[in-house]
C-alpha cells in the first residue's frame, strides 16, 4: 500500500485548507481511513477517521466543529477539510489505513503552518 498526502501549507489563523491522501496497491474499501498529526517534539495524535464506507466518522475534540473528513471510494481518496485554523494545529498531518487483517500503513507526511 502507498499513501500519498498533499494539500499542506501555511496558512494565517482562521483560514482553511483541505488535504487529501491518495491510496493505492490494495482494495481501498477493505480499509478505513485517518488522519493523525504530529507537532514538534510531541508525540503523534489521532485527528479523525472514516471507515471504509465513509458512514461513520470520528474526531478528536480539539478538532470536532471545525475539521471534516470525508472519502471518495472512486478515487480511493481520503480528505481532512480543515476550517478555522488555528496556531495549535500547526503540525505534520499523516494519512493512515487500516483494515482487520488488511495491515496499518502509513503516508509520508504533510506540513501544516498556521500563523498567529
Known amino acids: 500500500v502507498q499513501l500519498q498526502a498533499s494539500g499542506g501549507g501555511l496558512v494565517q489563523a482562521g483560514g482553511s485548507l483541505r488535504l487529501s491522501c491518495t491510496f493505492s496497491?490494495?482494495?481501498?474499501?477493505?480499509?478505513?481511513m485517518g488522519w493523525f498529526r504530529q507537532a514538534p517534539g510531541q508525540e503523534r495524535y489521532f485527528v479523525a477517521a472514516?471507515?471504509?464506507?465513509?458512514?461513520?466518522?470520528y474526531y478528536a475534540d480539539s478538532v470536532k466543529g471545525r475539521f471534516t473528513i470525508s472519502r471518495d471510494n472512486a478515487k480511493n481518496t481520503v480528505y481532512l477539510q480543515m476550517n478555522s485554523l488555528k496556531f495549535e494545529d500547526t503540525a505534520v498531518y499523516y494519512c493512515?489505513?487500516?483494515?482487520?487483517?488488511?495491515?496499518?500503513?502509513w503516508g509520508q507526511g504533510t506540513q501544516v503552518t498556521v500563523s498567529s
Open positions: 496497491g490494495r482494495t481501498f474499501t477493505r480499509y478505513a
Open positions: 472514516t471507515s471504509w464506507s465513509g458512514g461513520s466518522t
Open positions: 493512515r489505513a487500516w483494515g482487520s487483517g488488511s495491515g496499518d500503513f
